[in-house]
């Protein structure tokens, strides 16, 4: 509980204090995201009014290399909230082919996971796809260890990669081993995306993340995750199409070498003109677990659904979704849910510890701060 | 007689036409408006492909060879140096401009975003002060504070120079 409430001033994102990267002084930004949710439908799970995930990121940026990335996110429950470190991580910029961090992370293992997570607001659908889903443990979506990235520009192209090494999974498999590794066995990490600067906003890419995983004292398994997509972030159309295939090979049993796979396609399309507010989407999505895989068995993956939905964006930070699902789970029963969500990021701010020598900008980090002439 | 009606109603719909449409061209012929690629002096730079201008623009450039980290400025809505680093570096409108930076933050891609400018003077005074600045400022606003880039080998006023807009 103490805990808890030391956290919660990071939600808060008081104002902070900073001054201008340029001349080496601190800087930090704050940013936070929210939804409320509304939904109706015919799973065995709770209906009605509920508060999303509130997430609060703050960069600080400590000298013209060095910057502190974090993100703290409350989570209703039926007790309150639970407080978690999503992201925190402290990144060396050498120079655009080299960038050393160590920390907590997204794990660069899916294109989701890295592009939207927390960021409601952010992403078109009012959630997850399913193989990115927080909890379900299909993938590991946080990571804790180091990471090297860099980027490779070459006319017409630019590849950005990722390299990393840390914990892997934790004994519960869909957290991150935030408190040492379970087993001593180090993950990997490797991930590689291409872009193409006259395409703003697509790209492809891949990942290959190694681990062993460690539930229990008497099971343990060797995990190989490989994984592809392809986004085209603009809106007319929006394309992101994702897949990942998990091979699972127990190392202290006699079972079978296992292989599952996840996938989903989504289609969204911003209207032209006056109904330039109105984005209607479409995803399809399927995870498959096989009945013999030692580790997915037990937390029921399966998953098949198909939704259809139309965000309204209400203002340039705000938005509301409409979304209609049919989903299928572990049994023949399709299940039907209508959820509504409204969706918002506070506009990010900064403010200087002491004021910038003149005339550098009075706000100055920040799409959405102006510098002013004094 | 209902034949040469026709004719006469096609024929006075074509010769209406005609100073509708000289009036069309000749709504579009306006001054050409240019804009410069400006630059702290001190960038080790002199050059640049537009793919290159477009990649620092995008945040996937973040430090110039030099080792110089990229300081971009870029003017509040309304301007027509906005309007030009918008519609042919960014390809994006005012809200998929917003929601890119909130994105590319929010991936930790950068460390920060453009910071806004209200006037092409303090674009200018801003760039000449802050190693690594780079900003858009319409050609003829420049001075001797700072360094002009060529793109794709050309500077402001040339033939097929990149960064122009026709005003009307």
């Known amino acids: 509980m103490r805990r808890k409430l030391r956290l919660i001033p990071w939600l808060a994102a008081i104002p902070v204090w900073t001054a201008s990267a340029q001349h080496d002084t601190p800087t930090l930004q704050a940013r936070a995201f929210a939804d409320l949710n509304y939904t109706l439908t015919q799973r065995p799970v709770a209906e009605g009014f509920r508060l999303g995930q509130i997430a609060g990121h703050l960069i600080g940026i400590l000298s013209d290399r060095l910057t502190l990335f974090t993100e703290v996110s409350a989570t209703p429950n039926a007790a309150g909230f639970s407080i978690e470190a999503e992201r925190l991580f402290l990144r060396y910029d050498h120079c655009d082919l080299l960038r050393l961090s160590a920390g907590r992370y997204h794990t660069p293992i899916s294109y989701w996971n890295t592009a939207f997570h927390h960021g409601q607001w952010l992403q078109t659908s009012t959630g997850r796809p399913d193989m990115v889903r927080g909890g379900s443990g299909l ?95 603009r809106e007319t159309p929006e394309v992101i199409v994702e897949y990942a295939h998990i091979k699972h090979s127990p190392r202290n049993i006699a079972s079978p070498v296992t292989y599952s796979n996840a996938a989903y396609a989504q289609l969204g399309y911003r209207l032209p003109g006056r109904a330039h507010a109105f984005k209607p989407y479409v995803r399809a999505e399927r995870t498959r677990v096989p009945a013999q895989d030692t580790l997915f068995a037990p937390l029921r993956l399966n998953q098949e659904g198909l939704l259809g939905g139309l965000r309204v964006d209400l203002a340039p930070t705000a938005a509301l979704k409409i979304e209609y699902r049919s989903e299928k789970f572990d049994t023949p029963l399709r299940y039907k849910t209508l959820a509504l969500q409204l969706s918002f990021t506070f506009p990010s701010f900064s403010q200087a510890s002491k004021a910038p020598p003149d005339p550098s900008p009075s706000s100055p980090n920040d799409v959405s701060h102006t510098a002013h002439r004094h | 007689m209902k034949r040469s009606a ?84 960014y390809q994006m409108n005012e809200g998929e401009f917003r929601r890119y930076w909130i994105a590319k933050t929010f991936r930790d891609d950068v460390t920060t975003g453009p910071k806004i400018v209200s006037s092409t003077a303090l674009a200018k005074r801003l760039t000449a002060t802050i190693p690594g600045a780079i900003a858009v400022i319409p050609a003829d606003a420049v001075d001797g504070t700072v360094k002009v880039l060529r793109v794709d080998s050309r500077l402001p006023r040339e033939d097929a120079y990149p960064l122009a807009s026709t005003s009307r």
Do not use: C
């Open chain 2, 6 to 89: 026709i004719v006469a109603f096609v024929l006075a719909m074509f010769t209406a036409r005609i100073p509708f449409a000289a009036g069309a061209k000749a709504g579009h012929e306006g001054a050409i408006d240019h804009f410069a690629v400006i630059v702290h002096p001190s960038t080790s730079v002199g050059d640049v492909s537009i793919a290159q201008l477009r990649r620092v623009f995008l945040g996937e450039q973040q430090f110039w060879p030099g080792g110089s980290r990229v300081v971009l400025f870029i003017h509040e809505p309304g301007s027509g140096s906005r309007s030009v680093v918008l519609r042919q570096l």
């Open chain 1, 139 to 233: 993938m590991p979506l946080h990571f804790v260890g180091v990471l090297a990235e860099g980027t490779i520009a070459r006319a017409p192209l630019g590849l950005r990669y990722s390299v990393g090494a840390g914990n892997g999974r934790a004994a519960n498999i869909a957290r991150a081993g935030d408190a040492g590794d379970a087993n001593g066995s180090r993950a990997v990490v490797a991930s590689a995306v291409l872009s193409i600067p006259s395409e703003v906003g697509l790209s492809m890419g891949g990942s290959v993340y190694a681990d062993r995983a460690s539930p229990s004292a008497t099971l343990s398994v060797d995990e190989r995750i490989v994984s592809f997509h392809v986004a085209r972030e």
